[in-house]
């Protein structure tokens, strides 16, 4: 019998998941080492590892990380100006108030993916500087959304900040792959 020594197993594993790289859908060993420091790991790792779309380049996961963030808000924006019932009248306004701050929100990171999408290199410093600003806007329309909903509690109360925070803290990943697609490019020039 032929036994195969456990490292040359290891070094057969490490090849065999490392050399293909999917065409579409997210390079899981790009999405970890980018991941790694941003502000949510693991929620960053979780949720651009499933991404469906292709990322396989620090651009294409910024745009990933951006829209990734833009479609959380939106199902929370539906969610919140449809399901929610059983407030007073002022969490109700608080509501409102949230619901106008995630439209906002989903503007600002619309326009950034429309960025990301055209970046060219005579104006990515420019372009770069646009979508860090946008998505900093989204971020604090965010914020305010959830500083909306100070002191309220209550169990529909909590599952709705907690969607919200959600939102926040993809969208601060989404700002980290921006920050970080902007220093790559600044260390290849
Ligand atoms: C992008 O990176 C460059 C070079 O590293 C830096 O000078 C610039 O401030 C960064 N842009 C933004 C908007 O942070």
Not at 25 to 30: F, T, V
Not at 31 to 36: G, L, N, P, Q, W
Not at 130 to 136: E, F, I, K, R
Not at 174 to 181: D, E, G, P, S
Request: hydrophobic residues 35%; charged residues 25%; proline residues 3%.
């Amino acid at each position: 019998m032929v036994t195969i020594p456990f490292f040359v197993l290891n070094i057969l594993l490490f090849l065999s998941s490392s050399a293909a790289t999917p065409e579409s859908g997210a390079d899981h060993d790009l999405v970890r080492s980018s991941c790694v420091h941003a502000s949510y790991p693991s929620l960053c790792f979780r949720t651009l590892s499933s991404y469906s779309g292709p990322a396989n380049t620090p651009r294409e996961l910024a745009q990933a990380a951006v829209k990734v963030s833009l479609s959380r808000a939106r199902k929370v924006s539906n969610y919140l100006s449809t399901s929610v019932t059983g407030y007073n009248k002022r969490e109700r306004v608080a509501l409102s108030d949230c619901v106008e701050q995630i439209d906002e929100s989903m503007e600002e990171l619309s326009k950034t993916l429309g960025e990301l999408k055209h970046l060219r290199g005579e104006t990515f410093e420019f372009q770069m500087s646009n979508a860090q600003t946008w998505v900093s806007a989204a971020l604090t329309n965010e914020d305010t959304c959830l500083d909306g909903f100070e002191g309220v509690d209550g169990k529909v109360k909590s599952n709705v900040k907690r969607k919200i925070t959600n939102v926040a803290k993809v969208t601060s990943n989404a700002l980290y792959m921006i920050n970080r697609l902007n220093e790559s490019r600044g260390r290849h020039r």
